[in-house]
């Protein structure tokens, strides 16, 4: 079997599963190999039930005592509780939308329960607990269990079934040398799928990773060195030389640049006349002024007689940016349109018509601009919000459209600049490392699991006084694993504790039309607070929303929590984060209270980088980067220095027949 053989050869895949696998972005094997856990399990021994802590994740053995009881609440959910005893104590077991369990409850005898110890009232209580018995248990903890991402259609067993069938009959050629591997000190490509997916223990699971880890970067890097050769290539096609335009919207402003600012504008405009289109990154913390300095290049551009786009990751931010350029280009007679999904056959129409004409001379959208059916014919600059999302394929399509235009990238995820200036070997980086003096500093807290009451109340009571909040929890539901808290459940939570507050939810399953409802209900405050997964860090930008609750912070990397705060903060009113320390580690607790003091995105990205070191294969990988399916820039700094050298190393004839594997995508591709 071939690596880009269709998943429906594998025994067990017919059309239906491939329809659930298809929406994972599953559709061959390799493609399968490829889905990794994106966490392991492990099993710890039992303890007594008198010695459990709220916030953690625990293990009790015993029996059930009393009657199991079925609660049904006015909005139709299910709670479950039951009383579970051991010679040290008892303690309250609950489950949500699971009344099946009762019949099991009922009949079973000596049993372990698996769950996280969490607060109820004025006692303690194991929440969704697993259920298994002492002899399955006992073979559980001597193995890592692998936590695969899933759908509807999709169970744990079902994948680990299909993976290992896979990695059967699957070839898998190493495209490095014995000699190679052993210089580099990286593992056998076949035995690192094999281990990634069926651990053998941590040690060995962290060397699989690391070689995966490799080869990603390793292909990243070809890439961008690619897509930096052929620009350089490239004669600049579009040079906007004065920016009378610019100085207009500047003069407009009802404050002043900052220095950071129009150093970075400096370093654009020089660009923008350069001998070869611009290829330049704009980094800057949130709230630092990135957007102004895209309206500035824009009309610079827009000047000089040619067209731009600027591209969003969300069709909200779309609407947001569509009503802000407008607003800055009006009285410059500058037309600015708009062309997002959700819009109907003949605004879509319409819109591609006035781009094609050239009466719209700025177009706002999201990824969809670069659909063929887009015709820009005189695209002279591409701005990208949030690059992040718009990785080496999407730069490569730019050139491919042979009349290749300035690109300006812009990012608030703050990254440490030794390892920036091997991620974006290809681009020019401008930092605006200065915030506006008129900006409240958001006021954070470190809290434990205990204070989430109060918590509770803090946002009821800023909702009450017409502010909006966010809560964010690291898992979309139960299924996804026991250690944190899931947006599922947490929404059922709070809507019982506060019935009178309207409660959105959102996650990074959901379609992109519902997700899409979900943020602009939010946007136009039809919701007082939004339960979400970390699918908010970049695509909304609401004013009037002043608190966040992080829970589970401990799981999350420090410049995405950073990210995260940044979703509030954006209006005139004070603004709060509130992090929830799940766990009673003295490591985590250390690592979130830099954020009760740190507010520069990249010190704190620094200070991630030492705390957590390269080489923690368990951590937290950075949420919000899609970029990389396994490797994690901040966790595996290591592996990607290595990487670069590797690259750094090709000869020209490996360096060949290296770009021209990586950019086919195949399997076999890397030469080295």
């Avoid at 995105?601 to 957590?612: H, P, Q, T, V």
Wanted: glycine fraction near 8%; charged fraction near 25%; hydrophobic fraction near 40%.
């Amino acid at each position: 079997m071939k690596w880009n053989d269709p998943i429906t050869e594998l025994k067990g895949i017919g059309p239906k599963s491939a329809e659930a696998y298809r929406r994972l972005r599953i559709e061959t094997v390799g493609d399968l190999l490829s889905w990794f856990p994106k966490k392991y399990d492990t099993f710890e021994p039992e303890q007594p039930i008198d010695s459990v802590r709220e916030g953690r994740l625990v293990t009790v053995l015993g029996t059930f005592s009393g009657t199991p009881r079925v609660i049904t609440t006015g909005k139709g959910m299910t709670i479950l509780t039951a009383t579970f005893r051991d010679s040290t104590g008892a303690i309250l077991v609950k489950w949500f939308n699971a009344p099946f369990l009762r019949k099991q409850i009922t009949q079973a005898k000596y049993v372990l329960l698996r769950g996280k110890v969490s607060h109820d009232r004025s006692a303690l209580c194991l929440m969704q607990p697993e259920m298994y018995s002492p002899q399955r248990y006992r073979e559980m903890m001597k193995t890592l269990r692998p936590v695969y991402g899933l759908t509807a259609g999709l169970s744990k067993s079902a994948v680990g079934k299909a993976v290992a069938e896979a990695l059967r009959l699957c070839e898998i050629s190493d495209p490095m040398t014995p000699a190679m591997r052993r210089e580099l000190g990286l593992w056998n490509l076949r035995d690192a799928y094999e281990e990634v997916h069926f651990p053998k223990s941590e040690e060995t699971t962290k060397d699989a990773i690391r070689r995966l880890a490799f080869d990603e970067f390793f292909r990243f890097l070809v890439g961008i060195r690619s897509v930096k050769e052929q620009t350089e290539a490239i004669p600049n096609r579009y040079p906007a030389v004065t920016h009378a335009y610019a100085d207009r919207i500047i003069a407009s402003l009802s404050y002043e640049l900052t220095g950071a600012q129009k150093r970075c504008f400096s370093e654009i405009t020089e660009d923008l006349r350069g001998a070869s289109p611009m290829q330049r990154l704009l980094q800057g913390d949130v709230g630092s002024g990135k957007t102004v300095i895209a309206e500035l290049a824009l009309a610079t551009i827009v000047e000089a007689g040619h067209q731009g786009c600027l591209m969003v990751p969300t069709e909200v931010l779309a609407k947001q940016h569509f009503a802000e350029l407008t607003r800055r280009f009006e009285p410059l007679g500058i037309a600015v349109g708009l062309l997002t999904g959700s819009m109907s056959a003949g605004e879509k129409r319409a819109a591609r018509e006035s781009v094609a004409s050239g009466e719209t001379r700025i177009l706002v959208g999201t990824h969809a601009l670069f659909q063929q059916s887009v015709e820009i014919p005189d695209l002279g600059l591409v701005v990208v919000d949030e690059q992040h999302r718009f990785g080496v394929e999407q730069r490569a399509k730019l050139t491919e459209k042979g009349t290749m235009p300035h690109v300006l990238l812009m990012s608030a995820t703050p990254i440490p600049r030794t390892l920036a200036m091997m991620l974006y070997a290809d681009l020019d980086i401008s930092v605006l490392d200065e915030m506006p003096g008129d900006r409240l500093r958001i006021r954070t807290a470190v809290v434990d699991t205990s204070y989430r009451p109060k918590a509770w109340k803090f946002l009821a009571d800023h909702v009450r006084a017409g502010e909006q909040c966010y809560v964010i929890c690291p898992l979309i539901e139960e299924s996804d694993g026991l250690e944190a808290s899931n947006v599922t459940d947490y929404k059922e939570m709070l809507e019982e504790a506060l019935p009178d507050i309207r409660i959105g939810l959102l996650h990074g399953r959901m379609s992109a039309s519902s997700k899409n409802e979900v943020m602009e209900a939010f946007a136009d405050h039809q919701y007082d607070i939004l339960v979400s997964t970390t699918v908010i860090e970049v695509g909304i930008d609401v004013s009037n929303a002043t608190v966040i609750l992080i829970e589970d912070a401990e799981r999350f990397g420090l410049a995405t929590l950073h990210q995260l705060r940044g979703r509030v903060g954006r209006g005139s009113k004070q603004s709060y984060c509130i992090l929830v320390q799940g766990s009673d580690s003295d490591e985590a607790h250390e690592r979130l209270t830099v954020l009760q003091t740190a507010t520069d995105g990249f010190a704190i990205a620094e200070k991630d980088l030492s705390m957590r070191g390269p080489g923690d294969f368990f951590g937290i990988r950075q949420s919000g980067d899609n970029v990389f399916r396994i490797a994690d820039p901040i966790r595996d700094a290591e592996v990607l220095t290595l990487a670069k050298r590797t690259v750094d190393g090709l000869t020209p004839e490996q360096y060949r027949k290296a770009v021209k594997l990586c950019l086919a995508d195949k399997q076999e591709n890397v030469i080295y």
